[in-house]
């Protein structure tokens, strides 16, 4: 007789705790609509929470927001996902709403169980899902931030341990949901061209950018004990470099990807603070909800390092920040510059590169030199591929993890080491940070950014109109 292994069974029941909160109504409806749309539901979805909603208000509630968030909706779709959804109403501290959940689940084996609530509410949760006689072959997806530093991490993946074994946990980054995420490896291992030209030999420097155009707006409270490091180069920018620089895996498991992002992790050394720069956009410390005074950055650039056979004396310059002159995240690998050509003398050879976009509008950009016409001289041009228009509607980031969740596939959540492998990363600069830059809004950042690539390649305008200043 074989059984299932209940971290990779499909799941019978979806259980979302917040469903009546920011993250459901912004992502998580619109999320579940577009499985649905697929035919990748198959299983009842209950919703808890405090609210005093029925399940008519959970479904009316449901369908005004997947129309808000700018989806088409498609009656006999939506009819099919709100036969799904249905409420169980109660405390997250009442024992007494954990009874009444296993009521409405009961004879399902194989739960998910979604935890859209402040982290700090997730001990207390799976303390009463266990009570309850819940979580034995339970998954319990998590949302970030998976702490605040490198102790709170450890704690809170303490406090969470003493129920559930680590292939329960699914720590959701929703960057590693994003397709053109998982394209990087794509790129690199189904092209031959690539994969020989991705180590120090080849290639200069790799610059990643996370740039948003608009202000902290009214989440000052939120974002000013956070600042940019937490936010998102601890997470989303490590998660993208562990993919970008990770080795082939060498299982089909989903540890077999996992394994591979930790190991450029673990060879990355601690980063060093006088390779470090912060600043705050001018105007932030009038946000509602910002500290008087506050030295929370709100752009950060720093340089880090893969100490393995591969990377050795390859940098990696990360930036991210807000009020900045545009919106993208992209990876820009720079390769080395040709020598002179003879038989152009009055060329000054340009670096080659490739531009793995991720946000907006996806897609890949290969910088080249060629011959200018009617010259003997190069210029650079574009060799470029918007994703959408070759490849097709994308699947958007919460419903990949979602459904990879309901069909037990964790490759693409964060495992507990790597965790606290990123946390290690970037302590050093949690412990001891530069003070703030000033900086203009709608400018690049502060002018120290700059300093960081002393003797490599500035920073690149984002792709799409930077080629235009060249």
Request: include cysteine; hydrophobic fraction near 40%; proline fraction near 8%.
């Amino acid at each position: 007789m074989t059984t299932t292994d209940p971290a990779t069974a499909p799941a019978d029941v979806l259980v979302i705790f917040g469903i009546t909160g920011d993250l459901a109504k912004k992502m998580t409806f619109r999320a579940l609509y577009r499985l649905e749309r697929r035919k990748m539901l198959d299983c009842p979805i209950v919703g808890v929470a405090r609210n005093q909603w029925s399940n008519a208000t959970l479904r009316e509630n449901a369908r005004r927001d997947i129309e808000d968030s700018g989806e088409r909706v498609d009656e006999e779709v939506f009819e099919r996902l709100a036969e799904r959804l249905s409420m169980v109403i109660g405390d997250y501290t009442d024992p007494n709403t954990y009874d009444r959940l296993a009521r409405a689940i009961e004879g399902c084996h194989d739960p998910v169980f979604y935890l859209e609530i402040p982290p700090s509410l997730f001990g207390l949760v799976v303390e009463g899902l266990a009570a309850a006689n819940l979580t034995t072959n339970a998954r319990v997806v998590v949302e970030k931030p998976f702490g605040h530093d490198l102790a709170s991490a450890r704690a809170l993946n303490a406090e969470l341990r003493k129920i559930l074994q680590e292939w329960q946990i699914l720590r959701i980054d929703h960057f590693l949901g994003k397709e053109p995420a998982m394209d990087i490896l794509f790129l690199r291992f189904a092209n031959s061209i690539f994969e020989p030209l991705w180590n120090r030999d080849r290639i200069h420097c790799v610059q990643v950018s996370l740039l948003e155009n608009f202000g902290v707006e009214d989440r000052g409270s939120f974002y000013d004990p956070v600042g940019a490091l937490r936010d998102v180069v601890q997470n989303h920018l490590l998660q993208l470099i562990g993919l970008f620089a990770s080795e082939a895996p060498v299982t089909v498991d989903a540890d077999g990807l996992r394994d591979k992002r930790f190991e450029v992790f673990k060879s990355m050394p601690s980063a060093d603070s006088r390779h470090y720069v912060r600043g705050q956009y001018e105007g932030y410390l009038s946000v509602p909800g910002v500290n008087p005074g506050s030295q929370t950055e709100t752009y950060c650039a720093l340089k880090l390092e893969i100490d393995n056979w591969r990377w050795a004396g390859v940098p990696f310059f990360i930036r991210a920040g807000k009020a900045l002159a545009a919106t993208a995240t992209e990876m820009r690998i720079v390769f080395k510059p040709p020598p002179l050509l003879p038989f152009a003398p009055h060329s000054k050879p340009y670096p080659d590169e490739l531009i793995l976009r991720i946000d907006p509008n996806p897609g890949a950009d290969l910088v080249v030199q060629a011959k200018k016409p009617g010259a003997q001289t190069t210029r650079t041009v574009d060799l470029s591929l918007i994703f959408s228009q070759e490849l097709g509607d994308l699947p958007e980031p919460y419903e990949r993890l979602l459904g990879d969740a309901l069909r037990g596939n964790s490759s693409l959540f964060t495992r507990e080491d790597s965790v606290e492998e990123t946390w290690r990363i970037v302590q050093p600069l949690l412990d001891a940070p530069p003070p703030v830059e000033p900086y203009a809004q709608g400018s690049w950042g502060p002018p120290g950014a700059d300093k960081l690539l002393s003797g490599y390649p500035h920073w690149r305008e984002p792709w799409l109109h930077s080629h235009a200043t060249r």
